[in-house]
């Protein structure tokens, strides 16, 4: 019983021992904790990042030439009568000799140095002289209406009638269209050349024609002829009966133009049923008809009409506005 009991006592020291020294440990890991003026930290070190430098190659102009000396051969030349081997190398028996060059240049161009022939009795080739660039001042070129082109189209000397529509059909015509056809036949006086010919007719209550007979193209005809175009309304009266195109067509026959430009809306007042077969025939004798007319579309009775004047006397018809 003895026995029992001291070895019971040992075991029981022996677990409060354990206990003890589990519980100090416990107690010494966790008490830091619990003050609340306490902080835990660990502290790494950043390594900071590597930076590659990347040096820039020198730009090419920049690159001086460079020179070297060669102390010693690098270089061998075989010479062989042996075939090509499948490496497609010669081979030799023994290198040729070689002596080592004092001093290379590597900016020389490496060639064949130049060699001058001169042969007997071959004719002398004189060398070109180079002549200074000029620069030649741009020419501007003025813009062509189709009037224009037209009338540079025909060969030879034109006697050519500007014939303008202003009866009481035409009374209501805008300001701006009136004047856009006006400007369209001065500008085309600026482009006759010095053998052709012009007159100018208006009609409405009565025909009025510029001059008896074609002014020649000058200077002064041009500019006198393009001041009486812009004001041509007031070369007519506006009572009276009314004139129309074709009888403005039969007067100007008389004269023999080559080319009549004619500005209407194409309604003939002395036809009481407009035949395109009568209206075709009041182009005779009045050379090719340029006929002119705004404000109306292909399909409009007057455009039919000033169509056919043009068919018949291969002339041309322009819709300004088309």
Not at 112 to 117: K, N, R
Not at 169 to 180: D, G, I, T
Not at 285 to 308: D, E, H, T, W, Y
């Amino acid at each position: 019983m003895k026995s029992k009991s001291s070895k019971s006592l040992f075991i029981s020291i022996a677990l409060h021992a354990i206990v003890g020294v589990i519980g100090f440990f416990f107690w010494f890991s966790t008490n830091p904790m619990r003050d609340v003026t306490g902080i835990n930290a660990v502290l790494i070190s950043e390594e900071k990042p590597k930076v590659r430098r990347i040096t820039p190659p020198k730009r090419p102009q920049v690159q001086q030439p460079t020179t070297r000396t060669v102390s010693e051969p690098r270089l061998k030349i075989l010479t062989s009568n042996a075939p090509p081997s499948h490496r497609g190398v010669v081979s030799a028996a023994e290198p040729a000799p070689f002596q080592p060059f004092g001093e290379l240049n590597v900016g020389d161009t490496v060639g064949p140095a130049t060699t001058t022939v001169e042969f007997e009795g071959a004719p002398r080739v004189q060398k070109s002289i180079e002549r200074p660039f000029v620069k030649k001042p741009k020419t501007e070129t003025r813009p062509k209406s189709r009037l224009v082109k037209f009338i540079e189209a025909q060969e030879g000397a034109q006697r050519i009638v500007y014939c303008i529509d202003l009866s009481t059909s035409m009374q209501n015509l805008p300001e701006a269209k009136l004047r856009k056809i006006v400007n369209l036949m001065r500008d085309s006086l600026t482009f006759l050349e010095a053998h052709d010919s012009f007159n100018i007719m208006a009609f409405s209550a009565e025909l009025v024609v510029y001059q008896g007979n074609f002014v020649p193209v000058t200077e002064d005809t041009v500019s006198a002829g393009a001041a009486y175009l812009a004001d041509i309304r007031a070369q007519l009266r506006a009572k009276g009966t009314d004139q129309d195109m074709l009888t403005a067509l039969t007067a100007i026959a008389g004269t023999a133009p080559t080319i009549v430009v004619l500005f209407s809306d194409g309604i003939p007042t002395t036809l009481e049923s407009p035949d395109l077969g009568l209206v075709g025939r009041h182009a005779t004798g009045n050379g090719r008809i340029f006929a002119m007319s705004i404000g109306m579309a292909p399909n409009f009775p007057g455009a039919v009409m000033l169509k056919q004047l043009a068919n018949v006397s291969e002339g041309e018809l322009w819709l300004v506005d088309r």
